[in-house]
């Protein structure tokens, strides 16, 4: 058998022997992302359905952002996911969240803000007014002509000085860090509880037979480096008897070789003495000795 099939054979079962066997994927939309696993899952792929959870869809944009898109058409980016607290930390694409309030519920959805929900009345006023109260933010994101500003109804309007403000609308329920933070939400989901595999050093995945969509904990995949440190010492040891293989085989080529050239060498040298030493051969007309014998037969002839 050819000595690379034989070490790729020896190899295959050595990586099968390290644990490689068939996991859920951790994917990302770039390097540096977020990873992404169970219970959630990217758009664009098709993991096994048991690595993956309904409702928790993310998406990679063409800059390689990982995108969450609610099912009000509010989309963040996920620049963090903390599955042990079933915690995503997001911003707004445009860096400014405050202005997809007006299409932000969280009915329907899977996520719920971590912060207080607040309700908010909206002013756009014609002057800036003083910071230091804590009863209105001012939403310079939200750009357009004059100053907008979100007042809390905890407190009471008719104490501020609106003069120069006109009303545009109320919204209720809306996550008070998205007025005081401007661009970051706090979002965690309860279903399914994947943080307590978490919590126990493990992972979380559907049960393939399970009529209901339950959930079960299952080992951790091994990292690279825990995966390199097991294959490292067997395949060198593979390594090295192929190495001693080839070697061999080598000396062995070599060793007929050499025998071969040598008695080539033999051969080439006995013919040569053999052509030296090989006696003439004449014809009788030639023959040393011919013409003596031709003058004794003349000379008894004319006795």
Same mark, same amino acid.
């Given at each position: 058998?050819?000595?690379?099939?034989?070490?790729?054979?020896?190899?295959?079962?050595?990586?099968?022997?390290?644990?490689?066997?068939?996991?859920?994927?951790?994917?990302?939309?770039?390097?540096?992302?977020?990873?992404?696993?169970?219970?959630?899952?990217?758009?664009?792929?098709?993991?096994?359905?048991?690595?993956?959870?309904?409702?928790?869809?993310? @998406?990679?944009?063409? #800059?390689?952002? !990982?995108? %969450?898109?609610?099912?009000? *058409? /509010?989309?963040?980016?996920?620049?963090?996911?903390?599955?042990?607290?079933?915690?995503?930390?997001?911003?707004?694409?445009?860096?400014?969240?405050?202005?997809?309030?007006?299409?932000?519920?969280?009915?329907?959805?899977?996520?719920?803000?971590?912060?207080?929900?607040?309700?908010?009345?909206?002013?756009?006023?014609?002057?800036?007014?003083?910071?230091?109260?804590?009863?209105?933010?001012?939403?310079?994101?939200?750009?357009?002509?004059?100053?907008?500003?979100?007042?809390?109804?905890?407190?009471?309007?008719? @104490?501020?000085?609106? #003069?120069?403000? !006109?009303? %545009?609308?109320?919204?209720? *329920? /809306?996550?008070?860090?998205?007025?005081?933070?401007?661009?970051?939400?706090?979002?965690?989901?309860?279903?399914?509880?994947?943080?307590?595999?978490?919590?126990?050093?493990?992972?979380?995945?559907?049960?393939?037979?399970?009529?209901?969509?339950?959930?079960?904990?299952?080992?951790?995949?091994?990292?690279?480096?825990?995966?390199?440190?097991?294959?490292?010492?067997?395949?060198?040891?593979?390594?090295?008897?192929?190495?001693?293989?080839?070697?061999?085989?080598?000396?062995?080529?070599?060793?007929?070789?050499?025998?071969?050239?040598?008695?080539?060498?033999?051969?080439?040298?006995?013919?040569?003495?053999?052509?030296?030493?090989?006696?003439?051969?004449?014809?009788?007309?030639?023959?040393?000795?011919?013409?003596?014998?031709?003058?004794?037969?003349?000379?008894?002839?004319?006795?």
């Amino acid at each position: 058998m050819d000595l690379s099939l034989v070490a790729l054979f020896m190899l295959v079962l050595v990586v099968h022997g390290a644990g490689l066997d068939d996991q859920c994927p951790v994917e990302r939309c770039a390097k540096d992302g977020p990873a992404v696993r169970f219970p959630f899952k990217l758009k664009d792929n098709k993991p096994p359905d048991h690595c993956s959870y309904p409702g928790f869809e993310l @998406s990679c944009t063409d #800059t390689k952002q !990982t995108l %969450l898109e609610l099912p009000t *058409s /509010v989309k963040l980016y996920v620049d963090k996911i903390d599955y042990a607290l079933q915690l995503i930390i997001a911003r707004g694409p445009d860096e400014c969240l405050p202005k997809q309030l007006r299409n932000f519920s969280s009915h329907g959805s899977l996520f719920e803000s971590t912060m207080g929900l607040s309700d908010y009345s909206f002013f756009n006023c014609t002057s800036r007014k003083e910071d230091g109260y804590n009863n209105y933010w001012y939403l310079d994101c939200l750009g357009g002509p004059g100053y907008s500003y979100a007042y809390t109804s905890d407190y009471s309007i008719s @104490s501020t000085d609106l #003069t120069n403000c !006109t009303k %545009l609308y109320n919204l209720s *329920s /809306v996550p008070s860090e998205i007025i005081e933070l401007k661009n970051i939400l706090h979002l965690n989901w309860s279903t399914p509880d994947s943080g307590h595999c978490e919590r126990l050093g493990q992972f979380c995945r559907r049960k393939n037979s399970s009529a209901r969509i339950e959930i079960e904990c299952y080992d951790k995949p091994k990292s690279e480096e825990e995966i390199w440190k097991k294959i490292v010492p067997p395949v060198a040891a593979v390594g090295s008897v192929v190495l001693l293989l080839v070697i061999f085989a080598a000396y062995r080529v070599y060793s007929i070789d050499k025998a071969a050239r040598e008695n080539q060498k033999r051969i080439e040298t006995f013919l040569a003495d053999y052509k030296a030493f090989k006696p003439t051969r004449y014809m009788n007309a030639n023959l040393p000795g011919r013409p003596l014998l031709h003058a004794l037969e003349v000379i008894s002839e004319a006795e």
